[in-house]
């Protein structure tokens, strides 16, 4: 291996081993201010996935192309209204679907186990509609006027998620193509960004900055309507949940 890989792969080896230090989910004495900085009640977190394209992988190259046809591996993100991310889950394959993913990961299983009443995630279309994890109503062509204002209200709170993957590939822009054969080193350079996400998000006074012209273009679900797309049938008190929400923005 060059000195110049060898000397990258130490460096996100170290950021990797202090990850739990810079991306961390709230704890108990934290979750009433991470929800404080969302106009959406009681929310702690925005999730999503963003498609890092890889080196084709030839012997899994099905299991890796995505509906754009191109290569990739997904990283689901959580982040706070301040773009940090409070929890990743790196290297699925660029052909699974958001919502499947978000069941086979490490929250998605502690969430399903445990839930966090009275607070959720918001989450986009893609993913099913669950206690926990509120999703927009599904335009039928049929919304009220209150269901309509509250996609909105959603979406503006959301889409924060999507700045911070936008700000994760503008900073690091190697993340736009990695051109690597070992799926393991793919995960432990994603990570270690992520970490330097969080560290420099710390360290400067101000974060607002325009991130439009490194929009995270990766960042796509599936059309429902292709049927790659298990659609979950909502729990009754998933429903009543978010029709709650509804009453309490409008």
């Known amino acids: 291996m060059p000195f110049c890989y060898l000397f990258i792969f130490q460096i996100c080896t170290v950021l990797n081993h202090i990850r739990k230090e810079y991306i961390k989910w709230p704890g108990p004495a934290d979750i009433?201010?991470?929800s404080s900085?969302?106009?959406f009640p009681f929310t702690i977190g925005a999730i999503d996935g963003s498609h890092v394209q890889i080196k084709a992988p030839l012997a899994q190259l099905e299991s890796y192309t995505n509906r754009k046809s191109f290569t990739s591996v997904v990283l689901q993100g959580v982040?706070?209204?301040s773009m940090r991310f409070t929890d990743i889950s790196v290297g699925w394959p660029g052909s699974m679907h958001d919502a499947r993913i978000f069941r086979l990961s490490a929250l998605g299983k502690?969430?399903?186990a445990q839930g966090i009443e009275p607070y959720h995630l918001l989450g986009d279309s893609a993913y099913p509609l669950?206690?926990?994890l509120i999703v927009p109503f599904r335009d039928n062509g049929h919304l009220t006027a209150d269901e309509k204002t509250f996609n909105v209200l959603?979406?503006?709170s959301r889409?924060?998620?999507e700045r911070a993957f936008a700000?994760?590939?503008g900073k690091f822009r190697r993340l736009k193509y990695l051109d690597m054969n070992d799926m393991a080193l793919v995960t432990l350079v994603i990570t270690a960004a992520c970490v330097l996400h969080n560290f420099t998000l710390t360290q400067e006074a101000s974060i607002d900055e325009d991130v439009t012209d490194d929009a995270d273009d990766d960042n796509f679900t599936r059309d429902p309507a292709s049927g790659e797309q298990q659609q979950d049938v909502p729990s009754s008190s998933a429903i009543e949940r978010r029709r709650e929400l509804m009453m309490l923005l409008l």
């Open 167 to 169: 700000r994760l590939k």
């Open 154 to 156: 959603h979406s503006s």
């Open 110 to 112: 502690r969430l399903s």
């Open 159 to 161: 889409t924060v998620i």
């Open 130 to 132: 669950l206690p926990y």
């Open 37 to 39: 900085g969302f106009r």
């Open 79 to 81: 982040c706070d209204s």
């Open 32 to 34: 009433k201010a991470v």
